[in-house]
T-cell receptor, first 113, second 116 residues
Framework: KAGVTQTPRYLIKTRGQQVTLSCSPI?????VSWYQQTPGQGLQFLFE???????NKGNFPGRFSGRQFSNSRSEMNVSTLELGDSALYLC????????????FGPGTRLTVT | AQKVTQAQTEISVVEKEDVTLDCVYE???????LFWYKQPPSGELVFLIR??????QNEISGRYSWNFQKSTSSFNFTITASQVVDSAVYFC?????????????FGQGTRLTINP
């Protein structure tokens, strides 16, 4: 079974631009979560989608948004990029029921200059 | 609020030594889940174990073992006879029950270096 895939793997953007990251979950998984990892703040939860609906949200500004499609694939968007948005963005998928572990993708390394 | 503390920022041992990674958590929920993940240099988080708050049995998987103690709010991870391939950053994480279960709160991680 294929794992979680994320595209692109690396991205360089300029302040003020916007970016869209994509995540394809493990086949059969209906929940997709997004996390931001930085050296200073560590791993922080962004949001979770289940059956095309946002089910949980972390403490991030409205510039961070996401969506999920009917095939469970998910995208996250960051508008008006700031230098502090430079991070590794990790996507994780799970069965969707509340008791299952999350499996992570390789991440997208975003650098904002 | 939920919180996970991994007090050990870095640990360095010689191969074949046993090593224990500490994890202390805080939560007001009676139903919660605890996890350990490994992050090798490649960056991908690898799931190691999940434990729910009602199951305090310790678990052993090969050279890995986990000790869950609700009385001290700890979920420690021991690697026996460590190997160089165990070098990675290890994260302990907590999630609440119900629909919030997909929201993981991570500790700051412990960087483990196994020297040959």
């Amino acid at each position: 079974k294929a794992g979680v895939t994320q595209t692109p793997r690396y991205l360089i953007k300029t302040r003020g631009q916007q970016v869209t990251l994509s995540c394809s979950p493990i086949s059969g998984h209906r929940s997709v979560s997004w996390y931001q990892q930085t050296p200073g703040q560590g791993l922080q939860f962004l949001f979770e989608y289940f059956s095309e609906t946002q089910r949980n949200k972390g403490n991030f500004p409205g510039r961070f948004s996401g969506r999920q499609f009917s095939n469970s694939r998910s995208e996250m968007n960051v508008s008006t990029l700031e230098l502090g948005d430079s991070a590794l963005y990790l996507c994780a998928s799970s069965m969707g029921s509340v008791v299952y572990e999350q499996y992570f993708g390789p991440g997208t390394r975003l650098t904002v200059t | 609020a939920q919180k996970v503390t991994q007090a050990q920022t870095e640990i360095s041992v010689v191969e074949k030594e046993d090593v224990t990674l500490d994890c202390v958590y805080e939560t007001r929920d009676t139903t919660y889940y605890l996890f350990w993940y490994k992050q090798p240099p490649s960056g991908e988080l690898v799931f190691l174990i999940r434990r729910n708050s009602f199951d305090e049995q310790n678990e052993i998987s090969g050279r890995y073992s986990w000790n869950f103690q609700k009385s001290t709010s700890s979920f420690n991870f021991t690697i026996t006879a460590s190997q160089v391939v165990d070098s990675a950053v290890y994260f302990c994480a907590l999630s609440e029950g119900g629909q919030g279960a997909q929201k993981l709160v991570f500790g700051q991680g412990t960087r483990l270096t196994i020297n040959p």
